[in-house]
Structures are given as C-alpha cells and as structure tokens.
C-alpha cells in the first residue's frame, strides 16, 4: 500500500505501508523533505508499525508528534504524514 | 574568525560526499577552521537526498550506460543530476553557533552569499524558501542543509549550463505517461547563469568565490592530511556501496 502526495508550498512525502491482521507492519517514509536529525526518520516510521489501518488522523497525528520530540521537519509536518498514511493504507 | 576557502576541484561523487563529511568531523574536533569549499563532479553524478528511495529517483541502468555516478547525500532534499561542465557546486561546513539557530533564517543567510555572487554577474536572484534560489521566477540554485554535533553543513549546486533532456533520461519521472510535459515544464522552471547572460563558468566560479567570502577574513587552504585519509575512508565504506545508496 503506498500513496504519495506534494506538500502545498512544501516537498514530496510518500510513504509505503504493508499490513499484518489489520495493522501496519512495516512502514517506509521516502521523499524530498528534510528532517533534522536525520535519524530521526526511523522513530517516525516505528510510530507507524503496529497500528491500527483505521486509526483516525488526530491520533496518528500526536504519534508522530512524539516520535518527532525535537526533531524539525522542513516542507511536511506530522499532520501531512498522518494523512498520507491513511490514504496509503486505505488503498 | 578566519575562514578555510578549498579552491574548485572535481572528483567523484562519492569522494565529493565523503569530503564533505571528513571536513565537517574535522570543524567538530576542532581540528580544522569552518571551511568554504567549491568543487566539480567528475564523472557526471546523481546525487540524491537522504530520504528519497534511489529506485523510485534514478534510472541506475541509464546511469550506469553514460558512465554517471548515483550518491546518496547526508542532506535531504531532492535528486540532482550534476553535470561535470554544467554546474558549480560549494560546501559550507562551520559550528552551528556561527549561523542562525531558525534552520530556514541559516539558509537564508548561506543562500545570501550565492544572491549576492549573482549580482556581480549582472543577475537578479532572490532566495526562494525552503531550499532554492530563482532568477526571474526560474530556478538557478538548489541547496540542502544537515546538523550533526554542533556542525552546520550545507551544499548546493549553482547551474551554469543546464540540458535538461540529459537529465531526464538519468532520473525517474513519477509518471512515464506525462514526461514529455514534466520536461517542458522543467525547461520552464529552471534557468542558467549561459541562459541569462551568457556568462563563461569561470566568471561564475570568480563571483561565488567573491560573493562567499566578501567582509570575512579568509585564507586559501587544503585539504590537511587527516581530512584526505578519512574521506578516501567514508568513500570507499560508505559512499560507495550498495548499503548506503539503497537504504531506502
């Protein structure tokens, strides 16, 4: 499952979900934005793995805000991912 | 403050990007000044952005036909098709401290120097957030910054020439079905210091080192020793390999 979008006045986000007993188990975040640190990106993917595919967008959204902690995402925020997650997992 | 200035040089693109780093762990250690540096990419390179998935960026068969090199970067950001004649590249690599602590107030400012190394040419450019600089509406400078302990890292590439059909035929449009369009809207959105006013590559080289080094004291330096080892190091265990470029 994967859906990718162009962030308004931002960067590409496209993120690739497969599932296992109606949660997602592996995720990949790949694009043109920035993040810094960098290796930050593997905490935002782990905060994917395991939920639920009809988690609503508010609470993936907060996930993601925790798994960014101090991080900084430049052209993409927590809520753009959050919501391409959920078009890539309910295609 | 006293500046490092690295003179223009060309190399592949993996020394390019392990230079980069050994550079940026040397100002960390304190063992070498912040450092300017400009260089060229010989052979011709991809290079892409730390995030992006090299599969879904480049044609690695066509790359691997006309002999171009494919890095993936330390930096975010997009794939850029580094031609060995078409462009200049420059690194900045300094404490963190030096620059504004807002990442976009940084590259405002880094990005500045390239405004300002355009302007000597006659030519009229504006920073354009996140990450470019455009002349006339049309992109003539991409850039890409990281952070990591306490070193500011930022490169990018000013296009002297651009022939954006070559660079087609090396990366992956999202849809094959729209290319054709994608490259005339390309052609559209992008522009070159030959397209604009004919400039040769070396008055371009002349004003970016003007432009970068204008009201801070500088010196002309090398690569130390210690910088050189480690970087032909980072090259040929990271850079090079299949594990770093399709991590993603």
Redesign the interface.
């Known amino acids: 499952m994967m859906a ?1 979008e162009k962030i308004s006045g ?3 986000v ?1 993120i690739e979900a497969h599932a296992a007993g109606g949660k997602a188990a592996r995720v ?11 290796d930050r ?1 593997s905490s935002l993917e782990a905060a994917l793995v395991g939920v639920p595919l009809d988690m609503g967008e508010g609470e993936l959204e907060t996930r993601l805000q925790d798994a960014l902690g101090d991080g ?1 995402l ?2 993409a925020t927590c809520r753009d991912l959050a919501r391409i997650f959920c078009k890539a997992v309910k295609k | 403050m006293r500046w490092r200035v690295i003179d223009y040089a060309e190399n592949d693109a993996f020394m390019n990007m392990a230079i980069d780093e050994a550079v940026s762990e040397a100002v960390g250690a304190g063992a070498s000044q912040p450092t300017i540096r400009f260089y060229g990419w010989n052979p011709s390179a991809v290079s892409i952005g730390y995030f992006q998935s090299l599969d879904n960026e480049v044609d690695s068969a066509a790359c691997a036909r006309e002999g171009v090199d494919i890095v993936r970067r330390r930096t975010g950001g997009g794939a850029v098709y580094h031609d060995t004649l078409g462009e200049i590249t420059y690194s900045v690599i300094a404490s963190e401290g030096l620059f504004p602590k807002d990442i976009l107030a940084s590259y405002r400012e880094i990005c500045g120097w390239i405004v300002d190394s355009l302007a000597i040419l006659g030519l009229k450019a504006e920073f354009k957030p996140i990450n470019d600089i455009t002349l006339n509406g049309k992109k003539i400078s991409g850039n890409a910054q990281t952070r990591r302990g306490g070193v500011l890292l930022q490169h990018g590439t000013v296009l002297h020439s651009v022939d954006v059909d070559r660079m087609f035929s090396l990366l992956r449009v999202p849809d094959e079905k729209i290319k054709d369009k994608m490259i005339s809207s390309v052609k559209e959105r992008v522009t070159s210091v030959a397209q604009e006013n004919g400039e040769g590559r070396d008055s371009l080289y002349r004003s970016l080192v003007k432009g970068f080094t204008e009201g801070k004291t500088i010196e002309f330096g090398q690569l130390s020793k210690k910088e050189m080892s480690r970087a032909a190091w980072l090259s040929r265990t990271r850079y090079i390999t299949e594990e770093w470029n399709r991590m993603r």
């Open positions: 990718q931002g960067k590409l496209c990949k975040i790949t694009g043109d934005f920035f993040l810094h640190p960098e990106i900084i430049i052209g």
